[in-house]
DNA sequence: CAGGTGATTACG
DNA sequence: GTAATCACCTGC
């Protein structure tokens, strides 16, 4: 994925992601209802939708499934391919794998504001190449304090499963 | 390991 | 109104 904010571009390769469901799932920030913070998580798949964690750490998600049916995927981990420069000027410090959904946001320079964008006319655009399903696993979700025991956390194996082109 | 930091929610 | 809860990161 990349994003093009402040005249500058930065490209992740993904290595980690967590799944969020909707109104059924205990963990998401759709199982209650619909505020000014979570709507798009409503919204169309391709949607962005960020948030501001601990008062701190913006974090990304892109929206999947229909429309009206809640459901996202943050974005919680991968290595800088495009833009290390800016990445490493925006944390404050050298950054090659950037694992943790707030880095990530810090990274991709994401706020409030790019929340309710979409990838196909907003700062974040999501590219291949996508890798093969057979370099992820998935594991529990962390981090949270509900539905702990659903699996919907996905890792790729080691990041030299990414296709070599993408890799700094 | 503890603390920072602020929006959002649960309760009256 | 107040209090508790966070899909977290950093430095000790």
């Known amino acids: 994925m990349t994003t093009h904010i402040d005249g500058h571009r930065v490209s992740i390769q993904l290595t980690e992601v967590e799944a969020y469901g909707g109104n059924s799932d205990p963990a998401s920030h759709a199982s209650g209802s619909r505020t000014s913070r979570n709507a798009p998580m409503w919204g ?8 501001l964690s601990y008062g701190i750490h913006w974090c990304a998600n892109i929206v999947v499934g229909r429309e009206n049916e809640p459901g996202a995927v943050l974005i919680r981990g ?8 800016t990445v490493e000027r ?3 410090r050298p950054v090659h794998l950037a694992d943790g959904p707030g880095k990530i946001g810090q990274a991709l320079g ?9 990838v196909w006319d907003g700062p974040l655009a ?22 702990i025991d659903v699996p919907w956390r996905f890792v790729v194996e080691d990041s030299s ?4 082109s993408t890799l700094p």
Request: hydrophobic share 30%; glycine share 18%.
């Open 161 to 164: 499963a990414l296709p070599s």
């Open 110 to 118: 994401l706020n409030g504001s790019d929340s309710g964008t979409t």
């Open 44 to 51: 169309p798949p391709g949607t962005l939708y960020v948030y």
């Open 78 to 85: 991968g290595v800088v391919t495009e833009g290390r420069g």
């Open 90 to 92: 925006r944390r404050g």
């Open 126 to 147: 999501l590219r291949g190449p996508f890798g093969s399903v057979e370099s992820w696993y998935s594991t529990v979700r962390i981090g949270i304090s509900k539905a």
